[in-house]
Structure formats: C-alpha cells, structure tokens
T-cell receptor, first 111, second 113 residues
C-alpha cells in the first residue's frame, strides 16, 4: 500500500517557468489537499478538494492551480514560478472522520 | 488573524524527562484537537488527538491535556527518548474538517542523552 505519493521529490525552477507537482493516493480517500511549509510558519493550506470535480482555495492560493479529475489524483500547478514559491510542498488525503495521511514532500527551489 | 499559537518554538529535554508543548486557539468552533509529529525529510503524521468531551487522553508515553475554558491544549511526552526528537504541530479543526487544517507554527523538540 503506497499511501500518498508525491513527485518529484526535488525540483529547481527558473523564475517564470511552470510546472506540476503530482500527488496520488491509493486509499480511495474523498479529501485531498496541498500545503506548503516554510521555516517558522508551520504548514499553510494552498488548495483542497472534497471529491472528484470539486476544489476550493485555502489560505495561500495565489499562483497555484489545482484540479481533481479522479479520486486518486490531485496535481498542483505553478503557472509562473516566483522565488516566493520556494518551499516544501505536502499533499495530504483522508476520509471523513479518519486519519489524515501526508506524502513525503516535494522540495521546490525557484531561482 | 492568527487562530493557532503554539509554544515553545524549540525545546531541549534530557532523556527521561517530560516534554510539554502548548497550543492556544481562538476559534470556539474547533472540536478536534490533534498533534502531528514530523521527522526531518518526512511528512507530518498524526500522533494523538482529543475531542472536547474529555479533558485528557493518554496513549503510551503521550498525553493530551485539554482546557476548553482557556482554549488551550497541550502535549506531554513522558520519559522522553532521543527517538522523540522531531517537530510537533498542533492543528485544531472543526466538524472534523479533514480537508483543511490550520497548523501551529511548530515546536522543534530535541532530546539529549
């Protein structure tokens, strides 16, 4: 059982480039979400989804897009990378009333 | 508006001692109070959680104490071990809203021999 799988693990982007962070879960969870973690700030919610076809914004959504075409996948798109988006990104999934599972993180550097 | 305040920011405890981390919140609608543990290079993982209908919950060496009137809850680690060295986050939420959590800023715990 793979749980929550994030790819890539590490990525360096140039300012203005676009990319997609992939997230997949094999637990048939309804809820999926993306967080970013910055030093001294804990984890902050970027976008979340309560089911296929349904997404909503979190605390820090600017500069990011998401879609949820299937239950398993929840990709995070950076449209035009900026140095302020240098961070560690975590994907999470859960079912109603159950434990939240996090992926191992994606380290992104924008130069 | 900062809804969740966690303290201390860092903590050093001797092996065998008691580690105490605190979390204060403002939103009275919160009804689920978890602590997450994160090791370097890994994602957070649920450690222990409590509902507001009880004031304390114990799982092995880990205890959550909950004070509803003060809007605070704390994590106590008894007989702290070097393997407990990690960053700990509180993340209270409402209606068991798994889809979106508000995390505290984290406490880096170091257990020294």
């Amino acid at each position: 059982n793979a749980g929550v799988t994030q790819t890539p693990k590490f990525q360096v982007l140039k300012t203005g480039q676009s990319m997609t962070l992939q997230c997949a879960q094999d637990m048939n969870h309804e809820y999926m979400s993306w967080y970013r973690q910055d030093p001294g700030m804990g984890l902050r919610l970027i976008h979340y989804s309560v089911g296929a076809g349904i997404t909503d914004q979190g605390e820090v959504p600017n500069g990011y897009n998401v879609s949820r075409s299937t239950t398993e996948d929840f990709p995070l798109r950076l449209l035009s990378a900026a140095p302020s988006q240098t961070s560690v990104y975590f994907c999470a999934s859960s079912s109603v009333g159950n434990t939240i599972y996090f992926g191992e993180g994606s380290w992104l550097t924008v130069v | 508006q900062q809804q969740v305040k966690q303290s201390p920011q860092s903590l050093i405890v001797q092996k065998g001692g008691i580690s105490i981390i605190n979390c204060a919140y403002e939103n009275t609608a919160f009804d689920y109070f978890p602590w997450y543990q994160q090791f370097p290079g890994k994602g957070p993982a649920l450690l222990i959680a409590i509902r507001p209908d009880v004031s304390e919950k114990k799982e092995g060496r880990f205890t959550i104490s909950f004070n509803k009137s003060a809007k605070q809850f704390s994590l106590h680690i008894m007989d702290s071990q070097p393997g407990d060295s990690a960053t700990y986050f509180c993340a209270p939420t409402s209606n068991f809203g798994n889809e979106k959590l508000t995390f505290g800023t984290g406490t880096r715990l170091t257990i020294i021999p």
